[in-house]
C-alpha cells in the first residue's frame, strides 16, 4: 500500500504552507499568465484602469480583458469602486502580494542569468528624475561605448513616478536628489547638485550683490509642483526663515520654468545643472543670493529587497568614477557665472 503524502512543504511564521517541492498548482499554471498578472500590478499601483494601459503601452479593452480572464481563473472579485478610485479587494490584495514576490523573485533569476553571461550581453536599467536628464545621458553613453553590447534603457520622469518605479521594481538603478528613508534603498552619493535662483539676464536684481532671502520673497516665485524636491527644499528655506514667498506659478518642468523666467515672469530656484547647456553666456542669469548655491547631491539608488546584477554594479562603480568630473564640471559653471559677475559690477561702479 502506498502512502500518498502530497507535496513536499513547509510553513512560515504566519502558519501558510511555502511550496519547497512536489505537485504545483496545475489550475492557475495552465489558466493564468504573467502578462495578466503584470497588467494586475500596475493596476493596483496606479489605482487606475486607464493609468496601466498608457504604462504598459496597451487599449483600455485589453486591459479589461486581461482582468476579466484573470478574474474569472481566480474565480472571485478582484477590484471594487472606492471613491471613484479602483481598489484591490481583500483577495486582490493577496494577489497583489504574492504578485510581489513572484516579481522579485524573477528580478532576481534576471540578475543571476545575467551575471553568467558576464559583461558580454545583457541590460541596464536606469530610472532618473527630471533635473538628472542634463547629465546622466552622458554617463550611459560613455558606459555604452565600453560595453557596446549591453541594451540599455532610460526613463526619465519626475520624482513621484521614480518612486513608483522603485517600488515596482522596474530597473536596476535609480538617479534621486534625494532616497526616502521609508524605503528599504541602498542610496550612495556620486555627485554634486547645487540649487541656485535664477534670473533673467534683464532683472534688476542681477546688479544687486549680497540679496537677502527676505528681499527675494518680495519677487514673484516660479516652483516646480508638488512633490519635486526642489520645491521641497525652497519652501522649507523660506519656513525656516518664517518668509511667505509670492508663488506665481507651478509648472511641470525645468524648461517651462527657464522659459517664464526668461519671459520676465519672475525668478525661481532650480539645480546648477538645468543651466549646463547655456553656461553662464546664456540668456538665464544666477543671483547672488545669500545662502545659494545650496549644495546638496545626486544619489545612485537600488532596493535592499533586490540582487544588483553585475551589470548593474559594473554600471555603479563607473557612474561614481564620473562623480569628480561632474563637481569640475559644476566648480568650473559657478567660476564663469562669478566672472561676469564681477565684470557687470566692476562697470556699475565705473
Not at 546622466?136 to 540599455?152: K, M, N, R, S, T
Not at 537677502?212 to 520673497?217: G, I
Not at 525645468?254 to 517664464?260: D, L, S, Y
Not at 543651466?275 to 548655491?293: H, K, S
Request: neutral net charge; proline residues 5%.
Amino acid at each position: 500500500m502506498v502512502n500518498r503524502s502530497g507535496p513536499d512543504k513547509t510553513s512560515n511564521l504566519d502558519g501558510r504552507d511555502l511550496y519547497t517541492g512536489g505537485e504545483i498548482p496545475d489550475h492557475l499554471v495552465r489558466h493564468l499568465t504573467l502578462r495578466q498578472l503584470q497588467v494586475f500590478e500596475a493596476i493596483v499601483r496606479h489605482g487606475s484602469f486607464t493609468k496601466a494601459a498608457e504604462e504598459l503601452f496597451l487599449t483600455q479593452p485589453t486591459v479589461s480583458m486581461q482582468m476579466k480572464k484573470l478574474t474569472d481563473t481566480i474565480g472571485l472579485p478582484l477590484f471594487e469602486q472606492v471613491e471613484r478610485k479602483t481598489r484591490p479587494t481583500e483577495v486582490g490584495e493577496e494577489l497583489y502580494r504574492s504578485c510581489k514576490s513572484m516579481f522579485n523573485t524573477l528580478v532576481n533569476l534576471e540578475a543571476s542569468v545575467a551575471n553568467f553571461k558576464g559583461l558580454r550581453r545583457g541590460r541596464l536599467r536606469l530610472g532618473v528624475i527630471t533635473t538628472a536628464k542634463y547629465f546622466a545621458p552622458e554617463i550611459l553613453g560613455g558606459f555604452c561605448h565600453e560595453y557596446p553590447e549591453i541594451d540599455v534603457s532610460l526613463k526619465v520622469t519626475n520624482r513621484d513616478r521614480v518612486l513608483e518605479r522603485i517600488s515596482a521594481g522596474d530597473d536596476d538603478l535609480y538617479v534621486l536628489g534625494r532616497a526616502p528613508e521609508e524605503m528599504n534603498l541602498v542610496a550612495i552619493p556620486f555627485a554634486p547638485n547645487p540649487m541656485v535662483v535664477v534670473a533673467s539676464k534683464e532683472h534688476p536684481l542681477t546688479r544687486e550683490r549680497n540679496i537677502s532671502l527676505e528681499r527675494l520673497a518680495e519677487e514673484p516665485l516660479i516652483l516646480r509642483e508638488p512633490g519635486s524636491g526642489i520645491r521641497d527644499v525652497t519652501m522649507k528655506l523660506f519656513r525656516e526663515r518664517g518668509l511667505s514667498p509670492k508663488v506665481r506659478m507651478e509648472l511641470g518642468s525645468n524648461e517651462a520654468i527657464k522659459h517664464a523666467v526668461l519671459g520676465g515672469l519672475g525668478v525661481s530656484v532650480l539645480s546648477l545643472h538645468t543651466l549646463t547647456l547655456e553656461g553662464a553666456t546664456g540668456p538665464v542669469d544666477i543671483l547672488d543670493v545669500e545662502g545659494f548655491p545650496i549644495e546638496r547631491q545626486w544619489y545612485l539608488v537600488h532596493s535592499k529587497e533586490r540582487e544588483l546584477s553585475l551589470i548593474g554594479r559594473t554600471f555603479l562603480e563607473y557612474a561614481l568614477q564620473k562623480g569628480p568630473e561632474i563637481h569640475a564640471h559644476m566648480e568650473k559653471l559657478i567660476s564663469d557665472f562669478n566672472l561676469i559677475h564681477q565684470e557687470r559690477w566692476r562697470s556699475l561702479k565705473s
